[in-house]
């Protein structure tokens, strides 16, 4: 049984899935005007992981995350660089994905881009309006706040804590002070004809239009980072009540934020580590196991011993998971037996994993698998069975975390290399021992 903090009920729940043995993700994704930092990539890291679990247990996850290609800083970009505003946003698609496939993460089923949805949004829009929840002034669009009653359930917070807690919009066309831009009429930047007016849509629509678009109707997980609680998954979940009668997802997750100096990481504030200066110092496990070693609601504040830690404790996981296969790879035995103990302490993974996806604990069972491997590699009576069950179970874990580790098998000489540094030992030819071990070591191969 999976276990989710609920953000919108703010309990934990049993996971029940809208369709058995499915799950819909949908996951807000980047606005796509800069490189991502390091607090960017932890929604992306954390919800791979998500869909891992849920697929290693068997479900079909449908994950989609989507690009925001129409944003005031990308026009303002584009005027930066000399560009067009399309070939901005290209331009960094393409450098974000290259960041999100090396953090080793899962392909999305579909990376839906708001350009391509116009006319879905369009049609969402004039939805509201039908529907007695937006109006139209000059052009533009706004969402009519107070005909949502529960409106800030999901930041816990009424609309006269909104006036009173948050910046609000002074725009005197507008009918209450916190009515949000569904559709903005602009001689600025690439614009769009709709009924109303040249112009582009409101940030909080888009991703309610395309998530209809996708998943013709509610989805089960809605995620982001805890920074899109107020306004923008709130103003989603307002626009799906109105249209649809429903709160768009079964569960809202959201991960907490990453802090440098006590401070949010930001790009306006100018205080970030990018991701990909990180990816150049550390490779995609040790800066998983970073951002993993932390439960996902917690704040992490990064500090560049924690990238040392993690370079340390990776190479303890490495090292473990290389000498098992190594030692596998070179005997015969290809038989698996049960071994409750492994079976324990895989056991204990999943738990940790299904308790609200407690990654922190899950990395806690990983090496508890380090020590045991350890200690039955230094076991002489240890079985290849038991090194096999092992191994595959160390795999699947890593796998779960997006930490696998791929090894290409030796070839006949180093084989023939091992078996005969193997046989000096057996022989007590230390100092032919010796110089095979240096040989074994220079050529890189883990034992």
Same mark, same amino acid.
């Given at each position: 049984?999976?276990?989710?903090?609920?953000?919108?009920?703010?309990?934990?729940?049993?996971?029940?899935?809208?369709?058995?043995?499915?799950?819909?993700?949908?996951?807000?994704?980047?606005?796509?005007?800069? $490189?991502?930092?390091?607090?960017?990539?932890?929604?992306?890291?954390?919800?791979?992981?998500?869909?891992?679990?849920?697929?290693?247990? *068997?479900?079909?996850?449908?994950?989609?995350?989507?690009?925001?290609?129409?944003?005031?800083?990308?026009?303002?970009?584009?005027?930066?660089? *000399?560009?067009?505003?399309?070939?901005?946003?290209?331009?960094?698609?393409?450098?974000?994905?290259?960041?999100?496939?090396?953090?080793?993460?899962?392909?999305?089923?579909?990376?839906?881009?708001?350009?391509?949805?116009?006319?879905?949004?369009?049609?969402?829009?004039?939805?509201?309006?039908?529907?007695?929840?937006?109006?139209?002034?000059?052009?533009?669009?706004?969402?009519?706040?107070?005909?949502?009653?529960?409106?800030?359930?999901?930041?816990?917070?009424?609309?006269?804590?909104?006036?009173? %807690?948050?910046?609000?919009?002074?725009?005197?066309? =507008?009918?209450?002070?916190?009515?949000?831009?569904?559709?903005?009429?602009?001689?600025?930047?690439?614009?769009?004809?709709?009924? &109303?007016?040249?112009?582009?849509?409101?940030?909080?629509?888009?991703?309610?239009?395309?998530?209809?678009?996708?998943? =013709? %109707?509610?989805?089960?997980?809605?995620?982001? *980072?805890?920074?899109?609680?107020?306004?923008?998954?709130?103003?989603?979940?307002?626009?799906?009540?109105?249209?649809?009668? $429903?709160?768009?997802?079964?569960?809202?997750?959201?991960?907490?934020?990453?802090?440098?100096?006590?401070? =949010?990481?930001?790009?306006?504030?100018?205080?970030?580590? &990018?991701?990909?200066?990180?990816?150049?110092?550390?490779?995609?496990?040790?800066?998983?196991?970073?951002?993993?070693?932390?439960?996902?609601?917690?704040?992490?504040?990064?500090?560049?011993?924690?990238?040392?830690?993690?370079?340390?404790?990776?190479?303890?996981?490495? !090292?473990?998971?290389?000498?098992?296969?190594?030692?596998?790879?070179?005997?015969?035995?290809?038989?698996?037996?049960?071994?409750?103990?492994?079976?324990?302490?895989?056991?204990?993974?999943?738990?940790?994993?299904?308790?609200?996806?407690?990654?922190?604990?899950?990395?806690?069972?990983?090496?508890?698998?380090?020590?045991?491997?350890?200690?039955?590699?230094?076991?002489?009576?240890?079985?290849?069975?038991?090194?096999?069950?092992?191994?595959?179970?160390?795999?699947?874990?890593?796998?779960?975390? %997006?930490?696998?580790?791929?090894?290409?098998?030796?070839?006949?000489?180093?084989?023939?290399?091992?078996?005969? &540094?193997?046989?000096?030992?057996?022989?007590?030819?230390?100092?032919?021992?010796?110089?095979? !071990?240096?040989?074994?070591?220079?050529?890189?191969?883990?034992?």
């Amino acid at each position: 049984m999976i276990k989710i903090y609920n953000s919108l009920t703010r309990t934990i729940e049993e996971f029940k899935p809208i369709h058995e043995n499915q799950v819909m993700m949908y996951v807000c994704g980047p606005t796509v005007y800069d $490189h991502i930092h390091i607090g960017n990539s932890r929604p992306i890291i954390f919800f791979d992981v998500v869909a891992r679990f849920f697929k290693y247990l *068997g479900f079909e996850v449908t994950y989609v995350s989507n690009y925001t290609d129409i944003d005031d800083k990308i026009i303002n970009r584009a005027k930066e660089e *000399g560009l067009s505003e399309a070939e901005v946003s290209e331009k960094y698609i393409a450098e974000i994905s290259n960041t999100v496939r090396a953090l080793n993460c899962l392909p999305h089923d579909a990376n839906p881009k708001v350009t391509e949805n116009m006319e879905g949004i369009i049609n969402f829009i004039q939805l509201l309006i039908d529907k007695n929840g937006a109006y139209v002034v000059d052009g533009d669009v706004y969402f009519d706040v107070e005909k949502i009653p529960s409106y800030g359930q999901l930041s816990q917070q009424s609309i006269d804590n909104i006036l009173t %807690g948050v910046r609000i919009d002074p725009n005197q066309r =507008k009918r209450h002070p916190i009515d949000f831009n569904l559709w903005k009429a602009t001689d600025e930047g690439k614009q769009w004809p709709s009924p &109303w007016s040249l112009g582009r849509p409101g940030w909080h629509t888009e991703c309610v239009a395309m998530i209809n678009k996708i998943f =013709k %109707g509610k989805i089960d997980i809605h995620g982001g *980072g805890t920074e899109l609680k107020f306004p923008h998954h709130e103003n989603e979940i307002a626009q799906a009540e109105c249209a649809f009668n $429903h709160s768009l997802a079964n569960y809202w997750m959201h991960n907490g934020r990453i802090e440098l100096d006590g401070e =949010k990481m930001s790009k306006s504030l100018g205080n970030v580590v &990018w991701a990909n200066d990180l990816l150049a110092q550390a490779n995609y496990q040790i800066y998983r196991l970073l951002i993993l070693n932390v439960p996902y609601r917690q704040p992490l504040t990064y500090r560049p011993e924690l990238l040392e830690q993690a370079k340390n404790d990776f190479e303890k996981i490495y !090292r473990s998971y290389v000498s098992l296969y190594r030692q596998i790879e070179l005997s015969q035995i290809r038989e698996l037996e049960v071994d409750f103990e492994v079976d324990a302490i895989k056991q204990e993974f999943i738990e940790a994993m299904a308790a609200d996806f407690n990654t922190a604990n899950a990395i806690t069972a990983i090496f508890k698998m380090v020590k045991l491997s350890n200690l039955c590699l230094r076991d002489k009576d240890s079985s290849v069975s038991r090194l096999l069950h092992l191994k595959q179970a160390f795999a699947e874990m890593l796998w779960v975390l %997006g930490m696998e580790i791929n090894l290409a098998p030796l070839d006949d000489a180093d084989k023939d290399l091992v078996k005969r &540094w193997q046989q000096a030992r057996r022989d007590k030819n230390f100092n032919l021992a010796d110089s095979l !071990r240096q040989e074994i070591n220079e050529k890189g191969i883990i034992l």
